[in-house]
């Protein structure tokens, strides 16, 4: 079977080096474009970025030609988004009208009504919005998303305690520095420090959540019934988002209710590449997950939970560039590949 | 005036050397005996204790000999207690009996109902129960405790809001590593990682700070009726516990009337020496309080809060070695002097 | 073929996992015994021990028995020690005239004069101390240790500048906290903060790299006639020794040939499993190596050089517990196995 | 005495800042100019700045209203530049030809043979060469630099064992990010690990301290005859550059003999305001200096030493962006204030 395509849009970036490295061994895509912006176009890969993974960059990706953010240059079935948000609103949109499936990472479409917000084990039925989507906006292509890397954790952790009926969360995260990209927390500021706000960030967290959960009527989106509180913190962590969640749930689960909730979730997506055996791993340990030990669960995919206690209090742990970010767009495609939509 | 005669017990660990950095050039207590374990005992400071703070030891300080932690060998009108728990229970009332006012910071005896369990800001008039500690125990001394690091920064700053009606409080902690004492936390446990739990801290927080918020009704406290729910996370911070807060109030006030309670919060004690002129500083830039920048206010005294948002959120960040340990014995002591008590 | 049996002496500390993880899916080894201190023989392993490592132990490793560190309780070919300096004198002794063949990561017969001093890349050769060893001292078994982590690095490094006649080394390290064991650095000693002491480290340094250069004449090794100046610093890093090397040669090379000898160096040991591709990988870049970025390449079995500068200066970079410890023992016991010794 | 008026260039930049914090309660100086860019002239300076520093920024300044870097719109008898050195070339000049005495800790000029490269300790006889810069260049004022912050270090180490005859002095340095300025490091590029490079340090360092130490002739400076040889490194370290030193002298002296050069060190300036009690303090512990414990030392204005070693090694640590920049320029200006050139 020949692979799908694939195209890195704003391919030099923090996010978008965590997407080639996605993309560059994976069993049903190709990468086959990157595109960034015109300082870059015409340059080799390896001359245009600088690589920062520990992975070391595969020749064949390093002595690809970039080329602009243009889908007239980009060649590809799929195009993987890590542009920024205001960018992305204009582009997004020119690639969707030229055909395109866009796996975008970015926040510019999340909160529209007829652009999916994908995690595959929570919400794959959302996807029907596609058709909803391009009638509406006359596109040959389309837009999906996934949420912001703070939502990602939580909101895969409430999938199995919905039936417990959530009423309100509360969320304290303590985020990673590479949430930010390579130059956005400058080490003066977070050496040893806590920085206690992340601009937009509490946002975004308190309103995706509910779309992510919310129930797809054929037409729309109808928002889960829960209210979300955040308090977004920067910590000196390189990798993986740490998350103090209270879950008030109607139905007054004890710990080990959730847990077994944790434990029987199995979304059954059907193998796709990138998925993890447990989306959610449970953790017994008294002092467990931590992002050292745990961010690279599950090859960067699954979320850590652990100290599941009264309240309903827990951790979640994951990792925000790859589960939370880059890794959320690419099985977003694996799941518009498998039911034949690319 | 004479200076009251100080003494520190446990005088070598971490909180030990903060004491007598307290202490050394105070204007109403005089450094008379440093009381430490057997080992220690005999020595000159110097040879006993490894110092660890930045100020530099002064040398009549280095030349004291330390003392065992015996009421006979110890010289002092008050003296404050830097004792583990567990050797704190016996120790504390052997001085207790003694004769000696004891102020410590050990959470020993934070808990009984006829010790006061004080932060002079928010409960002096707790100081009420000395008297019945004595009458009931038959000691010519007696103790007086300061809450564990964690539950000072946040309950200083719920004083102001009692007349709101708080019902229900949720604090996240970002807990700085010297909280756990100089060997506490490895390096390989926290380096660039964060740990989601400290041993027994939860419970501690969880019900100190209605006692401290209590009722002195002449014989007992009644405490305020309030619930506290915490989760307590470790993370790579040399000083200055940070603290994520929802205080939910019957009287639902909005940000800007919490942020005048706070900046109109004067509990006016009388120029105490180490009294912040300020107990809670008010930071109105978005990404205020940090540790690195305001751990040291009012000379580690103060608490500072910042972003004061719906819900009600706010962040609260304080020295938990100076305002959350040693400082806060000083000031209790303070209190205790300034009411002739010593 | 069966596989070689193999133990581990002190399994249960920072060294004695690293060994376990390069051990448990070794495709010439099989692990067969783990051996620790008292407390925790007749323990299943993961009750013995708290797994640290970021590889999730296997089930049949976690459900092995400890045994005590005996030569009758322990089955095995060849044993790993893991043992703190001053309970292998007498430990690894005792296995070795108990038959087994020790690999030592240990200090306390490195400087023994029929005890071989192994880094297989550049002196394979000296296995033949063993027959010394064994006639000297009457052993059925024998030793074969590895230098300090430190001296690894660089030592591996000399090896292809040996012919320019290097007349003298100096060393400023910057070493990782996991050098010094689980507990060994505190959090307070080393946040934001440089250590600049290792007890005992430079003493190591400077004698170790001549041995693993000398020449064996068939009796005994004679030293390199090269001096060695150390000064070592510990960093706030998790992983991965940086040195800075300053090579005086009496050839006087340029930059360019010291590159050169670098990228041509081939020990060609005959693919060992744990033998790097390259042992030692040349980054031209400006700024690396560099801890996060190398210490895992070649599986952490390489070490990677960069900033060769006219003095003749560079820097060197290793993984310290991986090829400065467990890994550099496996790669010495693999040597032994393809040499028919085990 | 009225006080002499100082402007700062570059105010609103981390050294511009530092710069601020040792002038706005300086006994001799008083702040009357802050100059930054365009972009901030006109604005009130805590409207231009975002203050990085502990201390809180006192509210005159606070309320200065910042200018252009213009000497025009400059009122002072002395400007502090932290400019960036292209700029400083032309900007510095301009002062200069315009009658200010300019305290530069720009690297602009500092090779320039007439102009001073001053640590007053060291080389305050060095002034001389302002009356050859002035008759050169018709300028009515004059600039006086000082060196590089990892040359300042050792380079006053290096001051007491001049009359030991240096012929070579090995420096391999730990740095902190402070020295790269706000933004210089990103977190993601240090944070747990070490950059073995900062571009143009390494050329500063080995070319500064020998015209530091060298001779003023009454014309020019003679260079001090020792080469120095550098490696540079970053550390994730806030504050404080350590650095390890390798000192050959052909007198050979013991480690006791410099320690006792570094004693007896005692440049008798004679009570300048921001002058150290003693310049090089000298450590006795094993283990230190430490950037965490001694950077402080002397208000950050001493340096202090540790660990001499035979060879002759040792440890030299001082606060990078105090003796090491702003308050090197300010010692400077003390001094050129105490010889009436101001």
């Not at 100290?307 to 589960?323: D, L, S």
Request: proline share 7%; with cysteine.
């Amino acid at each position: 079977m020949a692979k799908i395509r694939a195209g890195v849009l704003g391919a030099t970036g923090a996010v978008g080096q965590r997407f080639i490295e996605q993309l560059w061994d994976h069993p049903w895509f190709e990468l086959t474009s990157l595109a960034a912006s015109e300082r870059s176009a015409g340059k080799k890969y390896r001359e245009a970025a600088r690589w920062r993974l520990e992975h070391e960059l595969p020749s064949e990706v390093a002595e690809m030609t970039v080329v602009n953010v243009d889908p007239k240059e980009v060649e590809a079935d799929v195009v993987f988004s890590a542009l920024p948000a205001d960018e992305a609103k204009k582009v997004e949109a020119d690639f969707a009208k030229a055909g395109f499936a866009v796996a975008s990472n970015a926040s510019a479409y999340r909160a529209e009504p007829d652009v999916p917000l994908m995690i595959p084990e929570c919400n794959a039925d959302h996807l029907g919005l596609v058709e909803v989507q391009q009638k509406k906006r006359g596109w040959d292509g389309y837009i999906v998303t996934n949420p912001n890397c703070t939502t990602i954790m939580f909101a895969l952790t409430l999938k199995p305690l919905m039936p417990m009926d959530i009423q309100r969360v509360i969320v304290a995260s303590m985020q990673a520095v590479s949430g930010a990209g390579y130059e956005g927390v400058p080490s003066m500021a977070i050496l040893g420090n806590i920085i206690p706000f992340i601009s937009g960030e509490e946002e975004k967290v308190e309103r995706e959540a509910q779309k992510v959960l919310g129930t797809f009527d054929g037409d729309r989106i109808v928002d889960a019934p829960f209210a979300v509180s955040a308090s977004c913190h920067r910590v000196p962590v390189m990798d993986g988002h740490t998350e103090a969640i209270w879950a008030e749930m109607a139905t007054d689960p004890t710990p080990e209710e959730v847990r077994e909730a944790f434990l029987s979730f199995n979304p059954g997506l059907g193998d796709l590449p990138t998925e993890p055996k447990r989306p959610i791993i449970v953790r017994d340990e008294p002092d467990r997950p931590q992002p050292r030990l745990d961010r690279n669960a599950g090859k960067g995919m699954a979320v850590s939970v652990g100290r599941i206690r009264e309240g309903i209090r827990y951790i979640v742990m994951g990792h925000n560039t790859v589960r939370g970010a880059a890794g959320a767009s690419v099985l977003n495609a694996e799941i518009l590949s498998k039911k034949g939509m690319l």
